[in-house]
């Protein structure tokens, strides 16, 4: 792969991301909001990998932000190879308050809207040259109920095997990334409790990219890393309903802001 376009690149899994392929040797486009950010996090990975790295700012809730982006995957000129597909953020709204109204559609624009188009442009591209890699970060959360937050990454989730299933046969894999609890600043951003969370459920973030890059290579259509939420996400997946329901009653509860 010779380039690489991460959104939500500046901290957590896509930094993560973003500093294993510049190890790898990709020349990278990282997407954030934060520029001084963005261009802290380019120097460092120009500096101790010598890869080139391109910085967009942008928020993936505004629309023609969304498309100025899409239009950088699709350039020829400096064709990307690889997108991963990662912004997002944490959302633990009670779907009864009124109020969060906005932040539940700023996160269907960011986590829903902005994959489908920004996956769109990069598979139409790629389709096109035969070959490229689309990495979309789901979650774990998918298959339980924990509110919005859940059902939006049920939709990712099944989103990206749609898209999987479309491109089969043309050169372009997608792979949805399924974690559960990464070690990021992702929790203390969104208000939630995880102090208290034992150490066995935690997966470190350069871990799950190197184990995610992994599937990928296979032409794997969902990547779950570590063997223990492997067999998490089965028990989501086929375990009794009304255990399900309940555990993730109990979840949501833990996860209340102080």
Same mark, same amino acid.
């Given at each position: 792969?010779?380039?690489?376009?991460?959104?939500?690149?500046?901290?957590?899994?896509?930094?993560?991301?973003?500093?294993?392929?510049?190890?790898?040797?990709?020349?990278?486009?990282?997407?954030?909001?934060?520029?001084?950010?963005?261009?802290?996090?380019?120097?460092?990975?120009?500096?101790?990998?010598?890869?080139?790295?391109?910085?967009?700012?942008?928020?993936?809730?505004?629309?023609?932000?969304?498309?100025?982006?899409?239009?950088?995957?699709?350039?020829?000129?400096?064709?990307?190879?690889?997108?991963?597909?990662?912004? +997002?953020?944490?959302?633990? /709204?009670? %779907?009864?308050?009124?109020?969060?109204?906005?932040? *539940? &559609? !700023? #996160?269907?624009?960011?986590?829903?809207?902005?994959?489908?188009?920004?996956?769109?442009?990069?598979?139409?591209?790629?389709?096109?040259?035969?070959?490229?890699?689309?990495?979309?970060?789901?979650?774990?959360?998918?298959?339980?109920?924990?509110?919005?937050?859940?059902?939006?990454?049920?939709?990712?989730?099944?989103?990206?095997?749609?898209?999987?299933?479309?491109?089969?046969?043309? +050169?372009?894999?997608?792979? /949805?990334? %399924?974690?559960?609890?990464?070690?990021?600043?992702? *929790? &203390? !951003? #969104?208000?939630?409790?995880?102090?208290?969370?034992?150490?066995?459920?935690?997966?470190?973030?350069?871990?799950?990219?190197?184990?995610?890059?992994?599937?990928?290579?296979?032409?794997?259509?969902?990547?779950?890393?570590?063997?223990?939420?492997?067999?998490?996400?089965?028990?989501?997946?086929?375990?009794?309903?009304?255990?399900?329901?309940?555990?993730?009653?109990?979840?949501?509860?833990?996860?209340?802001?102080?």
């Amino acid at each position: 792969m010779a380039r690489a376009l991460i959104t939500g690149a500046t901290a957590g899994i896509g930094n993560a991301f973003a500093r294993e392929l510049a190890a790898r040797g990709h020349d990278l486009v990282l997407v954030a909001r934060d520029l001084p950010r963005l261009d802290a996090v380019a120097e460092e990975l120009q500096q101790v990998h010598g890869v080139d790295v391109e910085v967009m700012q942008a928020d993936l809730s505004v629309r023609e932000q969304v498309l100025a982006v899409a239009e950088r995957l699709e350039d020829t000129a400096a064709p990307v190879d690889m997108l991963v597909n990662n912004a +997002g953020f944490g959302l633990h /709204a009670s %779907l009864l308050d009124e109020t969060k109204l906005d932040l *539940h &559609e !700023r #996160a269907l624009d960011v986590m829903c809207l902005a994959m489908l188009i920004l996956g769109g442009a990069a598979a139409r591209a790629m389709k096109a040259r035969g070959h490229g890699r689309i990495i979309n970060v789901a979650s774990t959360s998918g298959a339980i109920f924990t509110g919005n937050y859940s059902a939006i990454k049920a939709w990712a989730r099944t989103w990206s095997t749609g898209l999987a299933l479309e491109l089969r046969g043309t +050169g372009v894999t997608v792979t /949805a990334l %399924l974690p559960g609890w990464v070690r990021t600043e992702f *929790h &203390e !951003r #969104a208000g939630i409790k995880a102090h208290s969370l034992p150490d066995v459920v935690w997966i470190d973030a350069d871990v799950l990219v190197k184990q995610c890059l992994a599937d990928v290579a296979r032409g794997r259509i969902e990547s779950v890393p570590t063997l223990k939420w492997k067999i998490a996400l089965f028990i989501a997946d086929h375990g009794p309903r009304g255990f399900i329901r309940w555990f993730s009653r109990k979840l949501s509860a833990s996860r209340r802001k102080q």
